[in-house]
């Protein structure tokens, strides 16, 4: 790929005097990406995962990079386009075949009550016992996992898979300056019809409760 080719789609009247350059590697999950840079240099590391993609859109990724760095005043490329199309709808074909009975009880409970039960149900698995990263939709592998701290704690359960199952129904939006956007308005004025207006005050008790556990040992 010729970067400063692509460069130039983006930015016909700027010059970018840094060296760029891409590394294709196994540290990121799939599909993952990332840039660094100084002043004297851009790079850009991708998973090697993308290696089975059309040049032209692994452009349109390293393009929305290019983006984070410079966000402003650039010309919107087929190749972004084409990028934005591919990963909004990345989780349609991704295989589900990891559930949990406790997890897939409570979806289907949220399924029939806020999504008129037309919700296809992603993976569902448990995470680790965290008291910090408490759930996470993973989109390119349609995957919600949730704390295993939530177990044994049904309503708290509800609210954090019913934020998650949210960002499954947004899907990813973008900015103007290219970046991803999880909680637009829309979002937030959905996640208000959880049907327990106080859900907010007893997760953070019980969250705060729990660290106090944990520090003191009671």
Do not use: C
């Not at 074909?93 to 990891?98: G, M, N």
């Not at 939006?173 to 327990?196: L, N, Q, Y």
């Not at 969250?207 to 106090?212: A, D, I, Q, T």
Request: net charge positive; proline share 2%.
């Amino acid at each position: 790929m010729n970067l400063n080719k692509a460069f130039k789609e983006l930015y016909p009247y700027k010059e970018e005097k840094r060296v760029m350059s891409i590394n294709y590697n196994n540290r990121f999950k799939s599909l993952n990406s990332n840039v660094k840079y100084d002043n004297h240099k851009i790079v850009f590391s991708l998973s090697k995962d993308w290696l089975e993609y059309s040049e032209e859109l692994r452009k349109g990724l390293v393009q929305s990079l290019m983006v984070k760095i410079h966000p402003y005043e650039y010309e919107e490329t087929m190749a972004i386009d084409l990028y934005k199309k591919f990963i909004s709808n990345l989780n349609r074909y991704a295989k589900r075949d990891k559930t949990d009975p406790i997890l897939e009880e409570a979806f289907k409970s949220i399924n029939k009550e806020y999504f008129e039960d037309l919700m296809e149900q992603p993976n569902l698995v448990w995470g680790k016992k965290a008291f910090y990263k408490l759930g996470h939709y993973e989109h390119q592998t349609d995957t919600v996992l949730i704390s295993e701290i939530f177990k044994e704690e049904k309503e708290l359960l509800d609210y954090i898979l019913f934020h998650e199952l949210l960002h499954k129904k947004h899907g990813i939006k973008f900015s103007k300056t290219g970046r991803h956007m999880h909680h637009t308005k829309a979002f937030r004025d959905e996640e208000k019809k959880f049907k327990d207006k106080n859900i907010e005050k007893k997760l953070k008790w019980f969250l705060r409760k729990h660290k106090l556990k944990n520090a003191f040992g009671f």
